[in-house]
C-alpha cells in the first residue's frame, strides 16, 4: 500500500509523493522486532513514503505529566535505538494526539474529569515534555464535539505557538 501511494502508477504519470503517516500506537513495538528481510523492505518503503511519521500517544490526563511523556515517547525511542532507517524515522517522528476533551476508548484525555483549566495544564506539560524530548512537531485530530469549543482549541494553539 505505501508503495503504492508512494509511487502512484508511473505509466499514467503520476510523480512519487511522500506525506505523513499515521503510526499505530500497537506498532509502536515493531522497532524492537528482529529484521527479517520483510520487515526490512517495510521500513525502507515507510523511510521512502513519509516526510514525517506521525505516532499516536493519546495520553491518559492523570498523574505526573511529564512521566507520562516518557512512556508516550517510548515509540520514538524504540526507533532511534534501531538501524540506521528507523533512526531515521526517529527524527522524523511527530507526537500525535487529540485535544483531549472528546473521550472515546482508546484515546486518552481528560478520563479523570478534571477542570478544563486543569487539562489544559497537563496537557500543556505533556507537550513541554515532549518538545524537549526531540519531537519533529505535534500533530492533531478530531477536533469534533467536547473537542472543538473556540477556548479549548484556542488554548491549544497558544501552547503549542510556546513551543515553536
Not at 506539560?125 to 477536533?143: I, N, Q, T
Request: glycine share 10%.
Amino acid at each position: 500500500m505505501l508503495r503504492g501511494l508512494t509511487f502512484g502508477r508511473p505509466a499514467l504519470g503520476d510523480r512519487p509523493l511522500q506525506g505523513l503517516v499515521w503510526w499505530a500506537k500497537a506498532a509502536h513495538v515493531l522497532p524492537a522486532r528482529p529484521i527479517t528481510p520483510e520487515l526490512a523492505a517495510f521500513w525502507r518503503m515507510l523511510n521512502r513514503a513519509c516526510v514525517g511519521l506521525i505516532g499516536e500517544e493519546y495520553p491518559v490526563f492523570a498523574g505526573d505529566p511529564r512521566a507520562a511523556a516518557r512512556v508516550g515517547a517510548s515509540g520514538q525511542q524504540r526507533l532511534a535505538r534501531a538501524g540506521p532507517v528507523r533512526r531515521v524515522l526517529a527524527r522524523r517522528y511527530i507526537c500525535g494526539l487529540q485535544p483531549g476533551f472528546r473521550l472515546a476508548p482508546g484515546l486518552g484525555g481528560n478520563t479523570q474529569r478534571l477542570s478544563r483549566a486543569a487539562a489544559q495544564r497537563w496537557r500543556a506539560a505533556y507537550l513541554e515534555a515532549r518538545a524537549k524530548s526531540g519531537v519533529a512537531g505535534f500533530a492533531f485530530f478530531d477536533f469534533r464535539f467536547e473537542n472543538s469549543p473556540p477556548g479549548v482549541v484556542r488554548e491549544l494553539l497558544r501552547d503549542l505557538a510556546r513551543l515553536l
